[in-house]
């Protein structure tokens, strides 16, 4: 029996430095020259964060924390991520010593924020990271619903309950590269979560609001890089789309970038990163990377079935099977990009981050699409079809083309 050949597992710090092909933080110099902007913004202030057990909330809490706010107030459903979120900043070299530390474990659209609210003093920043966020989760109308009840609907509700407590901060929420130009449903989701959060009939009055679209979080919970850690971990083939560049930052820059936007930003605007064309990274080379830091030689493979048959022959000879698909699954696009047809970059006080200013919706319509998918997610006799609700979509968001091919990616490696 052939021993299989011992190797090295890396960090995520050096796995992510090695795909973005950076030791520094992209936005070092943003952080440092407006070190006392955001001292000012953040220091002494009351905040919320929904959705903050993520990778990219959490990230953002440490970033935060940095700044000395009075209060951090964190709301998931994800019982085991707050816990983790809890243990990762107790464990941190100094210690912890924000006192007004809560992690409160429920649904921040439902009936119970409202007594959360009710219950705190006001706060000066909101962030919202919650958001159903993965292109696969669009397969069927149940699904496309929830999508935009997380990503649409529960955050105008918010910002109502917010606005009937008074509330006159800053409210932040997360977009992704995905909502220019969308070819999914999720994006245009997205799209439509930004037009919610600059809406003058929906956010409080007195109040400001920004978004942030940006790259891929490298090796985040549930992204393609993640799950080929996850795989080599386990002895698993991987799987990478053909012929597909994506933008890539790290975990730490998701978190500047998010506090930055959030303390920062221009009222009603959108904060993106300044990458190029030559920043696309091919996902493909990005598997290769990953395999090569845990010591392996990649060896691509065309069929599904003998890639996940080949991982211990493979291996047995310092080889790690990489298994290359077709893009052709329903909303994925061979690259990205971070500006929409309609909308045009302004210059920023930013080095690494231009600012967008989205084009104006209706309001009227915005809200019409808002009250009826609340409606369908709340009566069960309203009946609707997914693709009555993708005609809805695309009144608000024009731009929005889905690319149905009858394949998701739940049917693939």
Do not use: W
Request: include cysteine; charged fraction near 25%; glycine fraction near 6%.
């Amino acid at each position: 029996m052939n021993e299989l050949p011992t190797v090295r597992r890396p960090g995520i710090a050096e796995l992510s430095a090695a795909v973005v092909g950076r030791q520094s933080s992209l936005f070092s110099s943003d952080m440092k020259s407006h070190g006392a902007a955001l001292r000012d913004a953040i220091s002494d202030r009351r905040v919320l964060v929904i959705g903050g057990a993520g990778s990219i909330g959490s990230h953002t809490i440490r970033t935060l924390l940095r700044f000395f706010p009075a209060a951090v107030h964190v709301v998931d459903v994800n019982e085991n991520g707050l816990t983790d979120l809890v243990r990762d900043l107790r464990a941190a070299p100094g210690g912890f010593t924000l006192r007004d530390f809560r992690t409160i474990p429920l649904d921040f659209g439902s009936a119970l924020m409202e007594r959360v609210l009710d219950e705190q003093a006001s706060y000066d920043l909101v962030l919202n990271f919650a958001a159903v966020k993965h292109v696969r989760s669009e397969k069927d109308l149940f699904s496309l619903l929830h999508m935009l009840d997380t990503n649409v609907v529960k955050p105008a509700r918010l910002l109502r309950r917010l606005g009937e407590r008074g509330f006159t901060g800053r409210y932040f929420s997360v977009s992704t590269d995905k909502a220019a130009n969308p070819v999914n449903a999720m994006g245009a989701s997205k799209r439509i979560m930004e037009m919610v959060g600059f809406s003058p009939s929906i956010l409080p009055p007195g109040a400001t609001a920004s978004s942030a679209r940006f790259a891929n979080v490298a090796f985040s919970n549930g992204s393609v890089l993640a799950s080929f850690v996850h795989r080599l971990d386990e002895g698993q083939a991987l799987a990478a789309p053909r012929d597909t560049k994506r933008f890539f930052i790290t975990l730490q820059e998701s978190g500047e970038l998010c506090t930055l936007a959030a303390a920062l930003a221009p009222s009603s605007s959108l904060l993106i990163p300044k990458l190029g064309e030559a920043d696309l990274l091919e996902i493909s080379t990005v598997a290769e990377i990953v395999v090569r830091l845990y010591g392996y030689e990649p060896r691509f493979y065309d069929d599904e079935d003998s890639a996940k048959a080949a991982v211990s022959r493979e291996r047995a000879t310092g080889g790690h099977p990489v298994l290359l698909t077709p893009l052709d699954t329903s909303g994925e696009k061979a690259y990205e990009e971070f500006v929409g047809e309609d909308e045009t970059v302004l210059g920023s006080r930013f080095d690494a981050l231009a600012v967008i200013r989205p084009e104006n919706r209706s309001d009227d319509a915005l809200q019409r699409f808002v009250d009826d998918i609340e409606a369908l997610v709340a009566e069960s006799e309203r009946e609707a079809t997914k693709e009555q609700v993708l005609r809805r979509m695309r009144e608000i968001v024009p731009l929005f083309e889905h690319a149905e091919t009858g394949r998701t990616l739940d049917s693939r490696l």
